[in-house]
């Protein structure tokens, strides 16, 4: 089964930019193309993320912590920060983007 068919209808309705913006399990999710059931990233995805973050904020805190003592990185300190959060930002989905399984979402949907 490809990572990019919907869960739901079985139809391989995601490509890589949907699926990126489908989000993760906790998230509202994006419809199908073929049958409009709401779907996100997995399990695998969500667990990803979570330690992807703290990974990411251990850094900017250690960042934080040791960047007096180093010239280069008191210099660039604020760029190397917004460099994490970015990265934060971009990286995951560009990684759902092109591997784990999407999942029906678990959210209830508004009734139509
Ligand atoms: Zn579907």
Redesign the pocket.
Known sequence: MSIYT??????K?FGPVTKALAGRMNSKGKP??????L?VNGKGATIFNFFFSIIGIIAMFVIFIIAPKFAFLSHYEVPIQAGIVLALLVIPRVIFAFSFKLHPSIRLEPLK
């Open positions: 919907c869960p739901n209808c079985g139809k309705a199908c193309q073929n049958c409009g059931k779907c």
